[in-house]
């Protein structure tokens, strides 16, 4: 349920301030997806709502009574028709979105920034609304065995996207970013190709939560010719494991001289750094790489100064591998020693 003292500060809202004025609500320390008949009322009411984030607490089974139910809280929000910015805290799964939904006059049509996580089938039903105006999507997607990106591409006028795949917040696994084992997630050629029609894109960012993410078929010269469909690119940060070398980070540079964040992460094998090419990136403002170094580490700022001229912050880290699992189930790890890959962080200093 709602708490007391937010229930009682919405409600006030009604005087000096009437709901209908109302253009930024944000609603945290929900217990449950399911509100009162009195807040909902004051939702319908705030019909100049332009930005709407929620803030839930609570996961797994509810107990008896406490089921989640939020159809009428969904389809309370879709008829605020000036809402541009939605921030959902709260795993969408099954068909809930298409119940709310269907048959609705295009619901959240003047959305320009949406947050939402849960199962892909309905993510992948939220994202085929006629959302025309969104240029920002966040998503989180719960189900790793399923591909999100073809149900993306329809947006052509996305200019930054987070995409986070495979969360599962009851089975933390250690931050490993090898091979993938049987229950992570490999990108495929639709996926990369589905990306491929966001022209308009500044910012890209694909991570996983508590998997590996691999995409092993990639090559250098795929990913060189797939990074030239985002002429705008200002923000890439690729967290998947791949077999591609510094030739695509020094390509990239070429490219997107003008990118002003780099985070390529995927394990990367150096040899003799002096002998690498310099990157051309112009005005590079925090770089991320994992590397095997075969040279000493305290050669770490000269490296960094071939993509950042005067960096003010670096900071490394030794990753650690996966050995499989013991009798019992638990995952064994060891630290990899200080030859093997090592996270890079470096930023710029303030100009």
């Known amino acids: 349920m ?47 709502l332009r930005i709407l984030e929620t803030q839930y607490r609570g996961y797994g089974q509810k107990p008896l009574g406490q089921e989640v139910n939020n159809q009428a809280v969904l389809k309370c929000l879709s008829a605020l028709i000036y809402l541009e910015d939605f921030r959902l805290d709260y795993d969408l799964t099954g068909d809930i979105v298409e119940k709310c939904l269907k048959g609705r006059d295009a619901p959240f049509r003047r959305l320009r920034h949406l947050a939402i996580k849960g199962e892909t089938a309905t993510l992948s039903y939220f994202l085929s609304l006629p959302m025309q105006s969104l240029t920002r999507l966040d998503l989180v997607v719960g189900d790793q065995f399923h591909h999100i990106c073809p149900c993306i591409t329809q947006l052509h006028c996305l200019t930054n996207i987070h995409l986070e795949i495979g969360v599962d917040r009851h089975n933390p696994r250690y931050n490993v970013k090898f091979w993938p084992g049987l229950n992570d997630w490999e990108g495929t050629r639709e ?9 308009k894109l500044q910012t890209l960012s694909i991570g996983p939560s508590n998997i590996n993410l691999a995409i092993p078929w990639l090559t250098d010269d795929y990913f060189i010719q797939w990074v030239t469909n985002f002429p705008d690119l200002l923000n890439i940060c690729l967290e998947w494991e791949c077999p591609l070398t510094f030739a695509s980070v020094v390509a990239l540079s070429k490219s997107h001289p003008r990118l002003r964040q780099c985070k390529l992460l995927w394990t990367q094998e150096l040899g003799d750094w002096n002998d690498l090419p310099s990157p051309q990136f ?70």
């Open 2 to 48: 709602v708490p007391i003292h937010l229930l009682s500060a919405a409600l006030s809202v009604d005087g000096t301030n009437p709901p209908t004025q109302l253009e930024k609500l944000v609603l945290s320390g929900l217990e449950i997806f399911s509100l009162p008949h009195e807040l909902e009322r004051f939702l319908r009411a705030c019909t100049s």
């Open 282 to 351: 112009v005005d590079l403002q925090h770089l991320g790489l994992s590397l095997v170094m075969n040279f000493d580490r305290s050669n770490i700022r000269e490296f960094v100064t071939k993509f950042i001229k005067h960096p003010s912050s670096m900071s490394t880290c030794t990753l650690f591998r996966e050995r499989g699992f013991d009798p019992d189930g638990n995952l064994i790890v060891e630290e990899a020693d200080e030859t093997y890959v090592v996270r890079l962080d470096a930023k710029a200093a303030a100009t």
């Open 191 to 199: 996926d990369l190709n589905a990306l491929s029609a966001l022209k």
